[in-house]
């Protein structure tokens, strides 16, 4: 029986993150350059994004770029701009054919002029479209939104516009870059790491976090059921006992 299968329709979550990791080794390991691990990477983000729709997900985050792999070689950072260009160019017909929304979070004014125009593009164009949302995390760190955000806080309590007093966790999410989507229920990272690397700190506070040591190029579509089969294998008490949760 193939994890699709065993996957419960009326159990899944809303929203998958995931921190795409091992471009980089899967090439070292084929004696290729680093560039050539991103190209194949495109097929990690193909698999999952087909994967999530298939059974129904809303939203898949992908985390892309950090605004620590900055300090990447040049070379590296410059090739994995273009391949974002490239790559946006090449499917952004196919995903709005199949209804996917394109979506951004992180510091999109640092990437590359061309990188930029074609994202604005790319969201304008498939805005309508409902069948699932797409973000992409690019040049994106959880501190660097956190900041941002605290900054936007910090600038309309001073105009008066929100009492200090009044401030809760769902005024502060509403300044962040994820406003407008549910908090992911499943975190997956590829490439046998256990870390977070500064990812979505605030929004997955209860994620169920899921590892796994296939290298990104190699995540295919079963891993991706294999992940969501294992999310609701797991009982998820949000503080409380387990017989509350389950009466
Ligand atoms: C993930 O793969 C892609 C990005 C961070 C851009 P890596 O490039 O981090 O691959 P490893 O971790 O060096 O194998
Ligand atoms: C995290 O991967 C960032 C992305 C997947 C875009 P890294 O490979 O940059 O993370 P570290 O440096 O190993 O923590
Ligand atoms: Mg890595």
């Not at 065993?6 to 159990?11: N, S, Y």
């Not at 510091?107 to 074609?118: S, V």
């Not at 007093?165 to 989507?181: A, D, G, V």
């Amino acid at each position: 029986m193939s994890y699709k299968e065993k996957i419960h329709k009326d159990r899944l979550p809303r929203h998958v993150a995931i921190i795409m990791d091992g471009n980089g080794r899967w090439a070292k390991n084929k004696g290729e350059a680093r560039a050539f691990g991103h190209l194949n990477g495109v097929n990690g983000v193909r698999e999952s994004l087909k994967a999530a729709t298939e059974i129904g997900i809303e939203y898949l985050t992908l985390y892309a770029f950090s605004t620590e792999n900055w300090d990447r070689p040049p070379e590296e950072v410059e090739a994995l701009m273009d391949l974002l260009v490239q790559t946006i160019i090449k499917e952004i017909d196919e995903l709005d054919e199949n209804e996917v929304s394109l979506q951004v979070i992180g510091d999109i004014e640092k990437l590359p002029m061309k990188c930029g125009e074609a994202l604005k593009d790319a969201i304008r164009r498939t805005s309508g479209n409902k069948r699932i949302t797409l973000i992409l995390a690019l040049s994106y760190s959880a501190r660097w939104e956190m900041t941002q955000a605290m900054k936007n806080l910090a600038i309309d309590v001073k105009n008066g516009e929100i009492d200090p007093k009044e401030i809760n966790e769902s005024i502060i999410t509403q300044y962040l870059q994820t406003r407008n989507f549910p908090d992911p229920e499943l975190l997956i990272r590829t490439s046998g790491e256990k870390r977070i690397s500064n990812f979505l700190l605030w929004q997955i506070a209860y994620s169920e976090l899921y590892f796994t040591e296939t290298l990104w190029p190699d995540f295919g579509k079963e891993d991706f059921f294999k992940a969501v089969h294992a999310f609701q294998t797991r009982e998820r008490r949000f503080g409380k006992i387990s017989e509350q949760v389950n009466s």
